[in-house]
Nanobody, 125 residues
């Protein structure tokens, strides 16, 4: 599976961005977004199951995120709103190609067997 994360960039505080995670090469089910800043552990952001009926968000960003997917396009989206400078990070998507990992379990990186290279989001104050 090849994952291509895109949509990152520079945005002012309070602004919005939509990240995309496009997959090719194999079908995948649960998809997650994580983020990481230098010197810190990779942090869970959001997860969605294959059908889109189960969604899970990190408390730190709940209310400011919408995760969705278009299986016909093999793409998962992460709409981020009301961005804050502390949201600055590299955002990674990861997918499950083996089993339908529950979204809460996936938040612990369990079952995520392919990872994209990440897209940088920079929020200026």
């Amino acid at each position: 599976v090849q994952l291509q994360a895109s949509g990152g960039g520079l945005v002012q505080a309070g602004g919005s961005l939509r990240l995309s995670c496009a997959a090719s090469g194999r079908t995948f089910s649960t998809t997650t977004w994580f983020r990481q800043t230098p010197g810190k552990e990779r942090e869970f952001v959001a997860a969605i199951d294959w059908s889109g009926s189960r969604i899970y968000y990190a408390d730190s960003m709940k209310g400011r995120l919408t995760i969705s997917r278009d299986n016909a396009k093999s793409t998962v989206y992460l709409q981020m709103m009301s961005l804050k400078p502390e949201d600055t990070a590299v955002y990674y998507c990861a997918v499950d190609t083996v089993s339908c990992t529950d979204v809460v379990v996936a938040s612990y990186r369990i079952g995520m067997d392919y990872w994209g290279k990440g897209t940088l989001v920079t929020v200026s104050s």
